[in-house]
């Protein structure tokens, strides 16, 4: 926004980083006379500027031989933001067909899978659950494409473990993230999702399945 208090800043504008000339901006088409003092709008376009702190002013030439320039703006630019990482862990590690002999609600096992960094979109990533338990028969079958929605960093997928009434000792679900879906016959037909890591150190997670609140 440039304003000029004796006259109006009707001609291009040159920007500049430092010493570093980045751009000029169009003369804006008045078809009228020139107020004194009357703001006027001037942009451009920085392309790939460098990481790091600048200084940035714009100079504007009222008369030739004379140039008025703005106070310094600073900024600072930052580089390619990091990709997401994405892990899991057992939030609750334990769930429960029955909480006998305690007089209390079954426990239910989570997984909780977490992301860094913005959050401006959703993520999607692939669970593969394997382990002793069969799922939906032990606990109801979970979905294999897990999705963080955009504005949250965490999302959570419960197991709940089904009764059978049979002394069956710990059984375990494994759930492990991966950029792909599991492989079936038939293909599901369902691409793989780029654009974020998984830590490879939290890249698995255990709940334990068993038959009372003592097992």
């Known amino acids: 926004l440039g304003v ?14 430092g010493n570093v000339f980045i751009g000029r901006s169009n003369p804006p088409q008045l078809g009228r006379p020139t107020i004194p003092g009357l703001p006027s709008v001037h942009t451009i376009l920085w392309t790939n500027p460098p990481p ?9 030439e009222s008369s030739p031989g004379l140039a008025v320039t703005s106070p310094p703006v600073h900024i600072t630019v930052g580089g390619e933001p990091p990709p997401a990482v994405v892990s899991i862990e057992a939030a609750q590690p334990i769930a429960e067909e029955s909480s006998e002999p305690f007089p209390r ?9 977490s992301r860094t960094g913005p959050t401006d ?51 375990t679900v494994i759930a492990t993230l991966s950029h792909c879906p599991p492989d079936t016959q038939p293909p599901l037909g369902m691409p793989c999702f ?5 830590d490879s150190s939290r890249e698995r997670a255990t709940v334990f399945i068993r038959d009372d609140g003592i097992t």
């Open 4 to 17: 000029w208090t004796q006259g109006e800043v009707d001609q291009s504008v040159e920007f500049f980083a």
């Open 52 to 60: 790091g702190q600048h200084t940035l002013t714009a100079r504007f």
């Open 105 to 113: 609600m079954n426990l239910v096992g989570v997984f909780g899978i």
């Open 121 to 171: 979109h959703s993520l999607r990533v692939f669970v593969r659950y394997s382990g002793t338990a069969t799922m939906g028969v032990d606990c109801p079958a979970r979905p294999i494409l897990a999705e963080i929605p955009a504005g949250v960093s965490s999302i959570e997928i419960r197991i709940e473990a089904t009764p059978d009434s049979q002394r069956e000792g710990i059984e």
């Open 194 to 198: 780029a654009g974020f890591e998984i």
